[in-house]
Nanobody
Framework: QVQLVESGGGLVQPGGSLRLSCAAS????????AGWYRRPPGKERELVAL???????NYADSVKGRFTISRDNAKNMLYLQMNSLKPEDTAVYYC?????????WGQGTQVTVSS
């Protein structure tokens, strides 16, 4: 059974930082594309960042230069380092692992950026 579990969300002031983590069981992150999406309040889910099997990364324009996606293959973990956070980064953040048979998603972790 595949399970993705996010952690690390919370309340942070504008300009602050958070690191999200995603632990996988039943599947290996490094063998396919993995990434992070988010759903801001009242909006559709949107791409934040992806990391390919070879390690190449792709970011939404809104987070380029502020967010960094990474992967620890030994621990089978996925991370999202978020710096210089803005109120518009407030959202539920979801971990994703693509698969030929369908994508796997975590349950989400809330990130709130507010003073």
């Amino acid at each position: 059974q595949v399970q993705l579990v996010e952690s690390g969300g919370g309340l942070v002031q504008p300009g602050g930082s958070l690191r999200l983590s995603c632990a996988a069981s039943g599947i290996i992150f490094s063998t396919n594309v993995a990434g992070w999406y988010r759903r801001p309040p009242g909006k559709e889910r949107e791409l934040v960042a992806l990391i390919a099997r070879a390690g190449t990364t792709n970011y939404a324009d809104s987070v380029k230069g502020r967010f960094t996606i990474s992967r620890d293959n030994a621990k089978n973990m996925l991370y999202l380092q978020m710096n210089s956070l803005k109120p518009e980064d407030t959202a539920v953040y979801y971990c994703l692992r693509r698969s030929m048979g369908g994508d796997y998603w975590g349950q989400g972790t809330q990130v709130t950026v507010s003073s």
